[in-house]
C-alpha cells in the first residue's frame, strides 16, 4: 500500500509504499481509509509540539477519519497514540473509538468537520456545565473550529453568541452562521456580560481581552467560565492576576485529557448526525493522499482532507 511517512520531527511527510498493516491482536481491524483530515492536532502531533505526542519515527500521521472496514461498514475513527494514522491507504483501528456512519454519507465532509467540531461539542457537553440560554463568547472565531463553535453554540440553544476575531470582513460572513454579533478583539468590551468564553487564540491575544472585558461586565460577581480550547495565538498566555480576582472568572481547558476519552466518543454519533444532516456548515477541500507533501504546508482557510 501506499502512505504519508515522516522520517523525523522537522521533516514533511513523503508519499512512498509502506507495508500493509496486519491487527495485532482480535481487538484491531484492518480498515480501508476513505478520508482524513489534515487539522492542527495532526501537524502538532508529527512535529512533537502537542503533548500528546509520542515522539516515535517513522511516523505515518492522520489522527482520525473516515474508513471501511471489510464488512463493509462506513466509520469515523478516532486513533489513540499510534505510529500508523490514518495518511494510508489501510489502517488499523479499534472499533470501540468509531462510530458507524449511514452509507450514504460523504466522507470528506465527515474527515474535514468532526475534530474542528468537538472542541466546542464536547467542551459545551462535557467539560463545563453549559445550558440553554446561556450567552456565549467565541474567540478565533473565523478558523474551521471556531466558524462551527459559533454554530453549535447556537444549536445548543445560547440565547446570543458573540464571534470575535481580527479581520472584520472575515467576521462579517459569522453572521450567516448564527452569530448575533461580530466583533474584532479591539472592541472586545462590547461582549462583557457573557457566562460562557470559547476561546481558540490563547497567547497574548487572549491575556489583553482579559481586563477589558471583565472591567465592562454589569454584575463581576456573576459566573464566567473561560474555556481554553486553542493555543493559535500562542502557547503561553500572561494572566494578569486582577482578572482572576476582580471577577468571578474560572479558566479551564478542554482537550484530550482534561475529557475522558470515553466521553468525547459518546459525543461521537450525535455529534456526526449533526454533521450529516447538514447542520453545521463545513468547508473542506479533498486533496489526493499522494500530493501529501505540498498540502502539509498549504495555506487555506479550507480544511485539507487527504484522499488515498
Ligand atoms: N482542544 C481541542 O479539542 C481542539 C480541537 C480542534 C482545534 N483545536 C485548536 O483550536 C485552534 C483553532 O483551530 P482551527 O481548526 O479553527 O484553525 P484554523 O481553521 O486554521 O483557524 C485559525 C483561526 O485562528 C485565528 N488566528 C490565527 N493566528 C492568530 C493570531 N496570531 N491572533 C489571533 N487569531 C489568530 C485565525 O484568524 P484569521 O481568520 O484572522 O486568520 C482563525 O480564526 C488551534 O489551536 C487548534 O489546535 C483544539
Same mark, same amino acid.
Given at each position: 500500500m501506499h502512505a504519508a511517512v515522516i522520517q523525523a520531527s522537522d521533516a514533511p511527510p513523503?508519499?512512498?509504499?509502506?507495508?500493509?498493516?496486519?491487527?495485532?491482536?482480535?481487538?484491531?481491524?484492518?480498515?480501508?481509509?476513505?478520508?482524513?483530515?489534515?487539522?492542527?492536532?495532526?501537524?502538532?502531533?508529527?512535529?512533537?509540539?502537542?503533548?500528546?505526542?509520542?515522539?516515535?519515527?517513522?511516523?505515518v500521521p492522520g489522527v482520525d477519519g473516515v474508513v471501511r472496514d471489510e464488512e463493509g461498514n462506513v466509520r469515523y475513527v478516532v486513533l489513540d497514540d499510534t505510529a500508523l494514522g490514518t495518511f494510508a491507504d489501510r489502517t488499523l483501528i479499534?472499533?470501540?473509538?468509531?462510530?458507524?456512519?449511514?452509507?450514504?454519507?460523504?466522507?470528506?465532509?465527515?474527515?474535514?468537520?468532526?475534530?474542528?467540531?468537538?472542541?466546542?461539542?464536547?467542551?459545551?457537553?462535557?467539560?463545563?456545565?453549559?445550558?440553554? @440560554?446561556?450567552?456565549?463568547?467565541? &474567540? %478565533? +472565531?473565523?478558523?474551521?473550529? /471556531?466558524r462551527m463553535a459559533v454554530q453549535i453554540a447556537k444549536l445548543f440553544g445560547a440565547a446570543q453568541v458573540i464571534a470575535a @476575531?481580527?479581520?472584520?470582513?472575515? &467576521? %462579517? +460572513?459569522?453572521?450567516?452562521? /448564527?452569530?448575533?454579533?461580530?466583533?474584532?478583539?479591539?472592541?472586545?468590551?462590547?461582549?462583557?456580560?457573557v457566562d460562557v468564553v470559547i476561546d481558540y487564540v490563547w497567547g497574548e491575544c487572549a491575556a489583553d481581552a482579559m481586563i477589558p472585558l471583565l472591567a465592562a461586565r454589569a454584575d463581576r460577581t456573576a459566573p464566567l467560565t473561560w474555556i481554553q480550547i486553542g493555543s493559535i495565538a500562542g502557547?503561553?498566555?500572561?494572566?494578569?492576576?486582577?482578572?482572576?480576582?476582580?471577577?468571578?472568572?474560572?479558566?479551564?481547558?478542554?482537550?484530550?485529557?482534561?475529557?475522558?476519552?470515553?466521553d468525547i466518543l459518546a459525543e461521537l454519533p450525535e455529534l456526526a448526525s449533526a454533521v450529516t444532516a447538514g447542520a453545521i456548515d463545513v468547508r473542506a477541500r479533498a486533496v489526493p493522499l499522494a500530493q501529501v507533501t505540498q498540502a502539509w504546508t498549504a495555506a487555506t482557510d479550507d480544511r485539507i482532507v487527504l484522499v488515498p
Open positions: 513523503v508519499y512512498r509504499d509502506h507495508p500493509d498493516p496486519a491487527p495485532r491482536h482480535g481487538g484491531e481491524l484492518a480498515v480501508e481509509v476513505l478520508a482524513a483530515g489534515l487539522h492542527h492536532l495532526t501537524r502538532a502531533k508529527a512535529n512533537g509540539s502537542h503533548y500528546s505526542g509520542n515522539g516515535v519515527y517513522p511516523l479499534d472499533p470501540r473509538r468509531s462510530v458507524i456512519l449511514p452509507g450514504d454519507t460523504d466522507p470528506v465532509r465527515i474527515a474535514a468537520a468532526m475534530n474542528p467540531a468537538m472542541s466546542s461539542w464536547v467542551a459545551l457537553r462535557r467539560r463545563v456545565d453549559f445550558h440553554a @440560554g446561556q450567552r456565549v463568547l467565541v &474567540l %478565533g +472565531a473565523t478558523g474551521n473550529a /471556531g @476575531g481580527r479581520d472584520a470582513t472575515r &467576521l %462579517g +460572513a459569522l453572521t450567516a452562521l /448564527g452569530a448575533d454579533e461580530t466583533i474584532t478583539f479591539d472592541r472586545i468590551g462590547h461582549a462583557a456580560d502557547q503561553t498566555a500572561p494572566i494578569p492576576s486582577a482578572a482572576l480576582r476582580s471577577a468571578r472568572l474560572q479558566i479551564v481547558g478542554s482537550g484530550i485529557g482534561s475529557v475522558p476519552a470515553r
